[in-house]
């Protein structure tokens, strides 16, 4: 019987599992030609039935064809790894994310040397919203460690709960070792971005990630992402031009695509509350609008926060109450707890409700971590919030939440403004009669 690099057990022919693992390499790795090389694993032995697992998963189109083949041929010749693995793959596909999770865990549990499953599962666990999340996820990848000791992948997924627990030289020295093995890594490059985000290397962090941007696959999919990473630092320096060439390139990048919502919507809405506008700035055109699906039924918390920024940035705030109104019936975890919430303190910041909204996102702030994503990411209802708070006159409340941000990092616009609220700047516009930031 053969075994994968990783040392599952599968039945493919030795042609198809070399072409197989370079597929999940380079899915681990985030790099790009993921379903080309997977396809090519199907081609080289068509009855290779995680080959066809792992197509349906990278085809953009997400076909029912290599599904129905994967479990036709899983039940015919698989390994038991091999049915476990497209087993969770069709519950995923057909059924959705929160589906599939306890079968997504069962077989992680089974099977802790296959990283793409174990990663699709870590996933899935962060964006869960419970109360233990950082606890979860590190459980899930625990028994792939015992496995398979310091492999890049596993550093850079226990590398990102760790940073987001706020320890960040453990999390920068595991991006390093990742990097150290797998130079090209995108993985664990991201990991890295964040490090040097949240540890205020604004300068040093830029040039690196420009260096690392041009060695990366043109189509790979975090190409544009880690450009929202530098647009992230450049705004932090206070470079305006650079900033705003930033938010150009991925507008173009991701006019048509989802990730618009996640990544431009959320760099747009901060270079707005920075007083910056781009030449194509246009709340009017709806590229931030999510998808019409996410607004009845939301794939996941981390979407669902996103979205609602995305809607922000629009001024759609009727979409947002729409949006808070259907969220308890969402099979969504936290869609009624924690989105129906968010959606409502926005669409009262888009109305010009800005006490009430700088209230209200206070009160959410303490669980925004069970949203998933990053504090990078999160970061913008937190910048929300405090434009909300001064416009409101709630100035105690936005002086507060500044000094917690500049002693974690500091960066020019939040110092700046700090100074500007302690000197009084803002003290006489009175509490009932919003004012001007």
């Known amino acids: 019987m053969r075994h994968d690099r990783l040392g599952n057990a599968v039945s493919g022919s030795v042609e198809a599992v070399a072409l197989l693992d370079d597929a999940v390499d380079r899915s681990l790795r985030h790099d790009g030609g993921v379903a080309d090389a997977a396809r090519a694993a199907t081609q080289a032995d068509p009855s290779f039935a995680a080959a066809h697992a792992v197509l349906a998963l990278a085809d953009p189109v997400r076909s029912d064809a290599p599904v129905a083949r994967a479990k036709a041929l899983a039940q015919r010749s698989g390994t038991d790894y091999e049915r476990s693995f497209v087993a969770f793959v069709d519950v995923l596909l057909e059924r959705g994310m929160w589906a599939?999770?306890?079968?997504?865990?069962?077989?992680?549990?089974?099977?802790?040397?296959?990283?793409?499953?174990?990663?699709?599962?870590?996933?899935?666990?962060?964006?869960?919203?419970?109360?233990?999340?950082?606890?979860?996820?590190?459980?899930?990848?625990?028994?792939?460690?015992?496995?398979?000791?310091?492999?890049?992948?596993?550093?850079?997924?226990?590398?990102?709960?760790?940073?987001?627990?706020?320890?960040?030289?453990?999390?920068?020295?595991?991006?390093?070792?990742?990097?150290?093995?797998?130079?090209?890594?995108?993985?664990?490059?991201?990991?890295?971005?964040?490090?040097?985000?949240?540890?205020?290397?604004?300068?040093?962090?830029?040039?690196?990630?420009?260096?690392?941007?041009?060695?990366?696959?043109?189509?790979?999919?975090?190409?544009?992402?880690?450009?929202?990473?530098?647009?992230?630092?450049?705004?932090?320096?206070?470079?305006?031009?650079?900033?705003?060439?930033?938010?150009?390139?991925?507008?173009?990048?991701?006019?048509?695509?989802?990730?618009?919502?996640?990544?431009?919507?959320?760099?747009?809405?901060?270079?707005?509350?920075?007083?910056?506008?781009?030449?194509?700035?246009?709340?009017?055109?709806?590229?931030?609008?999510?998808?019409?699906?996410?607004?009845?039924?939301?794939?996941?918390?981390?979407?669902?926060?996103?979205a609602a920024v995305g809607l922000a940035v629009a001024r759609r705030s009727h979409d947002l109450r729409a949006l808070a109104h259907t969220c308890p019936a969402m099979v969504c975890p936290g869609a009624g707890e924690l989105l129906a919430p968010l959606a409502l303190a926005l669409a009262d910041y888009v109305d010009g409700a800005f006490a009430g909204a700088a209230d209200a996102l206070a009160a959410l702030r303490p669980t925004m971590y069970r949203w998933g994503g990053s504090r990078a990411q999160r970061e913008v209802v937190e910048d929300m919030l405090i434009d909300a708070a001064i416009r409101g006159g709630r100035f105690q409340l936005a002086t507060r939440v500044l000094t917690e941000r500049v002693e974690r990092r500091p960066s020019r616009w939040d110092t700046a403004t700090l100074r500007s609220l302690t000197a009084g700047m803002w003290q006489a516009v009175p509490d009932d009669l919003p004012g001007h930031h």
Do not use: K, N
Request: with cysteine.
């Open 100 to 306: 599939a999770l306890q079968p997504g865990i069962d077989h992680a549990r089974a099977h802790p040397r296959d990283l793409l499953g174990v990663g699709l599962v870590g996933t899935m666990v962060e964006r869960s919203t419970r109360v233990d999340v950082h606890d979860a996820v590190l459980a899930v990848y625990e028994p792939s460690r015992r496995e398979l000791g310091d492999h890049p992948y596993l550093l850079c997924m226990v590398g990102f709960v760790v940073q987001e627990q706020g320890r960040f030289a453990e999390a920068g020295t595991m991006a390093s070792r990742a990097l150290e093995q797998q130079p090209a890594s995108v993985t664990a490059a991201h990991l890295l971005a964040h490090v040097r985000y949240e540890t205020a290397d604004h300068a040093g962090g830029l040039a690196w990630l420009d260096d690392f941007r041009a060695g990366m696959h043109p189509h790979g999919d975090y190409v544009h992402h880690l450009g929202w990473h530098a647009g992230l630092h450049t705004l932090a320096l206070g470079e305006t031009e650079r900033t705003l060439q930033r938010l150009g390139d991925l507008a173009v990048a991701r006019a048509d695509d989802a990730r618009h919502v996640i990544d431009t919507g959320t760099l747009m809405m901060r270079c707005r509350l920075q007083g910056l506008s781009a030449p194509d700035d246009d709340p009017t055109d709806g590229r931030t609008v999510p998808p019409a699906a996410w607004l009845t039924e939301m794939p996941s918390m981390y979407l669902g926060f996103h």
